[in-house]
């Protein structure tokens, strides 16, 4: 069975971090173009990261700085590590590999 299952979402303070993982089994993630999306209440689904199979990162200007979207081949699984985090930063992160494959989201929320 082919499928990405995130985890690592939770509760944090402004200021903290959290890093998700987008793990993939049945298929290799080395093939893929990678992204994290986000959507919060009430709002469309907005790119937060990206990683191509060569190893070019691109990140969303509100995150550029805080963020960083790295690979592990040998384990198959993609992470954000996600620092300074700010309520604005609260919402749903998806993974995205290719144009089929979509995990079922986790949440994050950053509140005091």
């Known amino acids: 069975q082919t499928q990405l299952v995130e985890s690592g979402g939770g509760l944090v303070q402004p200021g903290g971090s959290l890093r998700l993982s987008c793990a993939a089994s049945?298929?290799?993630?080395?093939?893929?173009?990678i992204s994290w999306l986000r959507q919060a209440p009430g709002k469309q689904r907005d790119l937060v990261a990206s990683?191509?199979?060569?190893?070019?990162?691109n990140y969303a200007d509100s995150v550029k700085g805080r963020f960083t979207i790295s690979r592990d081949s040998a384990k198959n699984t993609v992470y954000l590590q996600m620092n300074s985090l700010k309520a604005e930063d609260t919402a749903v992160y998806y993974c995205?590999?290719?144009?089929?494959?979509w995990g079922q989201g986790t949440q994050v929320t950053v509140s005091s």
């Open positions: 995205n590999a290719g144009p089929n494959y």
């Open positions: 049945g298929f290799s993630l080395g093939y893929y173009d």
């Open positions: 990683i191509r199979s060569s190893g070019w990162t």
